[in-house]
């Protein structure tokens, strides 16, 4: 088998035109594929790839147009993720990112009162950075938020994964536009879909 040919495993490179890439640990995983820890060989600098399977091609292009267009905004200042760059190796696609520490649903528990305004104000400026591109998140949940580095900056989160983003102007009533655990009543009730306060905040 053809897949068989070319694992992905811990210690391989991933090729990009620019450089290669040296899996060191898988840290996550989903119905896209999976996403990995590596060792940027031109820069030595620790990168997170998500690693994309061929049947999730479309959505790739679909999340590549969305990281295109805030990769305007300035990452830092607006708390969202840096994208580096895409590229496709032995038929997968590889989308690759600044890494990051961990994510706030294993952190929750260890979370007090007094870190929520902190998150909350970074997490109001990447909601202003994506509406200022006119881009909605849709899955904004405690797993899309990350640490970036939790001894160096304690406080200092990032929003990842525009897997289900899209531009505003394609908003539709009666989209999926929340994740499940996370919808409004209204939503989940297909009351009035108000433009403005479900979407975007
Ligand atoms: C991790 C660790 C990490 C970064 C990421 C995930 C980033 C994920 C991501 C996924 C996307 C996207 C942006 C960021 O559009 O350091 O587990 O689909």
Wanted: with cysteine.
């Amino acid at each position: 088998m053809a897949a068989a040919a070319h694992p992905l495993m811990v210690g391989h490179a991933l090729h990009s035109p620019s450089t290669r890439y040296t899996i060191l640990e898988f840290i996550g995983e989903g119905s896209f594929g999976k996403v990995a820890k590596c060792r940027a060989h031109n820069s030595s600098k620790l990168v997170a790839v998500k690693i994309l399977k061929k049947e999730y091609f479309q959505d790739v292009e679909d999340e590549l147009s969305v990281l295109k267009t805030i990769s305007s905004l300035n990452a830092d200042h607006f708390n969202l993720v840096t994208f580096y760059e895409q590229f496709e190796y032995l038929g997968y696609k590889c989308l690759v990112f600044e890494l990051l520490d961990v994510d706030l649903l294993h952190l929750v528990r260890s979370l007090n009162v007094n870190h929520i305004r902190p998150i909350a104000k970074q997490l109001m400026m990447a909601l202003q950075g994506l509406k200022a591109v006119r881009v909605m998140h849709t899955d904004i949940k405690p797993d899309n938020i990350m640490m970036v580095n939790i001894d160096e900056s304690p406080f200092s989160v990032k929003l990842i994964d525009f897997g289900m983003a899209s531009p505003i102007s394609a908003a539709m009533p009666g989209l999926r536009h929340q994740p499940i655990g996370y919808r409004y009543e209204d939503v989940t009730l297909n009351d009035l879909w108000v433009f403005g306060t479900n979407v975007c905040f």
